[in-house]
């Protein structure tokens, strides 16, 4: 397996994520033009991390079964994904619960 190694671009993946380099957005769009709700953008999120969980299940499988094109260093990093995946929703369903929990303490 060939992988090379390139210089990290800040101002690039800033771009992708809509900031500018001082990490200001780049504009500002209504959320009604835009056209994806949050509801959206979490489905979205689930079903990608179920989708490199089932990459990571497919990739043991195989090696276990010892194909030959599969690699374990590739198996090893679609685990990773996978968990690092995992770990991040875990982390939004915690702070979502929290924000939950805290709004519905609030008096009125």
Known sequence: MDMKLRPFDFAQAA?????????????????????????????????????????????????????PTVSLEETMVSMQKAQIGFQATLQVRNRLVSAYSEIMNMQI
């Open 15 to 67: 771009a992708r994520a809509g900031l500018g380099v001082n990490g200001q957005p780049l504009s500002v769009k209504p959320a009604a033009t835009t056209g994806a709700s949050f509801g959206d953008a979490m489905t979205q999120a689930l079903k990608n991390v179920s989708a490199q969980q089932n990459e990571a299940t497919r990739l043991q499988r195989e090696v276990q079964l010892d194909n």
